[in-house]
């Protein structure tokens, strides 16, 4: 049957086809990062400096948040631009026929790969820049809702892995595309409330200077938390961006409801930890110590008070 040049127009139109103008190659220049962290130093500055005695200065920690999400958010497309590009190369190299067209497409689709793989770092770079800038802003790490923050231009060492990417990249045998390899160590503590706020800090020193023991005896340490942002969670994630540590995120599956702590608990301990780091929290923290020690992962106690050693706690209060 045949059709009008119209017809052949709105086909390739609903087909979301167009014709291809000609361009240059597709640029691979980086941004100058001296130039981009004083950039988006000079903007936060600017803008953040209006929130103060306004309506907008409860809001200002969520926009804040949503500034470093917005370079986030461009680098995942790009990454997904690279991901289909990598899958469109095997294809042609599958098929590669020695032709001129095969060999000028498996040219171009490298060229587009190298383009999108460069704003990948670049992107990631503006939001690591972003990010630093939101610790300094509010006091702890930033991290994506719901997925994780690789940053691919410096060897995932200051990688945020969501729990559920990493578990199921483990399950397809992917491990390595969703975690740096390094040794896990499990940090676990809960919600503690403080009568003042010297107590607030001594907690807050404990914490850092027992996972900076912690990291001299481990070098290649990979901290794993359940997330939780209200609790002391939240010190140790602000620790590990300080120390450019890999961070793998176990939140818990809400749809388990009362099972959802104890099945966490499960999955940390099947990562083979070197160590569980404990602070003080609810029943199923203590489950988790139970198990650890039954399955000989050392446990470096600090359940006393305000994240102490709790022998040492004791013998001082008998002293006393």
């Given at each position: 049957m045949h059709t009008n040049l119209a017809a052949q127009l709105a086909a390739l139109e609903l087909g979301h086809l167009n014709v291809a103008r000609p361009s240059t190659s597709p640029c691979t220049e980086s941004i100058d990062p001296d130039a981009?962290?004083?950039?988006?130093?000079?903007?936060?500055?600017?803008?953040?400096?209006?929130?103060p005695d306004t309506a907008l200065e409860d809001d200002a920690e969520e926009?804040?948040?949503a500034f470093v999400n917005l370079f986030h958010r461009a680098a995942a497309k790009r990454l997904a631009q690279v991901d289909r590009a990598t899958d469109e190369i095997r294809c042609l190299l599958a098929s590669a026929d020695g032709s001129e067209v095969h060999s000028g497409q498996l040219e171009t689709e490298i060229e587009r790969a190298r383009a999108a793989e460069a704003a990948m770092l670049g992107l990631e770079a503006l939001r690591e820049t972003a990010a630093l800038l939101y610790m300094r802003e509010t006091g702890h790490s930033w991290r994506?809702?719901?997925?994780s923050r690789l940053n691919h231009g410096a060897g995932c060492t200051s990688a945020v892995v969501n729990g559920r990417d990493f578990l199921r990249a483990r399950a397809e045998s992917r491990r390595r595309a969703a975690m740096p390899e390094g040794t896990p160590?499990?940090?676990?503590?809960?919600?503690?409330?403080?009568?003042?706020?010297?107590?607030?800090?001594t907690l807050a020193t404990n914490v850092w200077e027992t996972l900076d023991r912690v990291r001299d005896r481990?070098?290649?340490?990979?901290?794993?938390h359940g997330g939780d942002s209200k609790g002391i969670d939240r010190l140790a994630a602000s620790w590990a961006e300080r120390r450019k540590v890999p961070q793998l995120v176990l939140g818990l599956e809400t749809r388990l409801g009362q099972r959802a702590g104890f099945k966490r608990n499960?999955?940390?301990l099947s990562l083979n930890p070197r160590c569980l780091v404990a602070f003080a929290g609810n029943g199923v923290l203590e489950r988790l110590v139970i198990q650890a020690k039954e399955r000989g992962v050392p446990v470096v106690d600090r359940r006393g008070?305000?994240?102490?050693?709790p022998k040492r706690a004791a013998r001082a209060a008998q002293a006393a």
């Open positions: 981009a962290e004083q950039t988006l130093a000079a903007v936060w500055s600017d803008l953040f400096a209006l929130f926009i804040a948040w994506p809702a719901g997925s160590v499990l940090f676990a503590g809960g919600r503690l409330s403080f009568e003042t706020d010297e107590q607030a800090k481990v070098a290649d340490l990979i901290l794993v499960e999955q940390m008070p305000l994240g102490t050693n």
